[in-house]
């Protein structure tokens, strides 16, 4: 049974930082894509980053608009662990935060693009 577990969010001023680690069991997402996506009282999930395997050891990261420059993804293989860290942050970054991972190894900013699911955390920015 796959499962997907975030930790690490909170309450934070704005301009500060949090890093969110989100863990699978179950299964290795080694070739797989996974992401984070994001969903604020009231407003559909969006999409957030997420990572893609393109082969060998070679991943490659995407973001949405509003957090690039921003926010970093990235992962530890042998952990089977993505991380989303979180800086700059602001009052609209307010919202639950879900890890997400697919069955193949393309990651879109496509919710259908996504298998696997995590509960959320939530991450409150103060102003």
């Known amino acids: 049974q796959v499962q997907l577990v975030e930790s690490g969010g909170g309450l934070v001023q704005a301009g500060g930082s949090l890093r969110l680690s989100c863990a699978a069991s179950?299964?290795?997402?080694?070739?797989?894509?996974m992401g984070w996506f994001r969903q604020a009282p009231g407003k559909e999930r969006e999409f957030v980053a997420a990572?893609?395997?393109?082969?060998?050891?070679?991943?490659?990261?995407y973001y949405s608009d509003s957090v690039k420059s921003r926010f970093t993804i990235s992962r530890d293989v042998a952990k089977n662990t993505v991380f989303l860290q979180m800086n700059s942050l602001k009052p609209e970054d307010t919202a639950v935060y879900y890890c997400?991972?697919?069955?193949?190894?393309?990651?879109?900013?496509?919710?259908?693009?996504?298998?696997?699911w995590g509960q959320g955390t939530q991450v409150t920015v103060s102003s």
């Open positions: 997400a991972a697919s069955r193949g190894a393309v990651g879109t900013m496509r919710r259908g693009n996504y298998d696997y």
């Open positions: 179950g299964r290795t997402f080694s070739a797989n894509a």
């Open positions: 990572t893609s395997w393109s082969g060998g050891a070679t991943y490659y990261s």
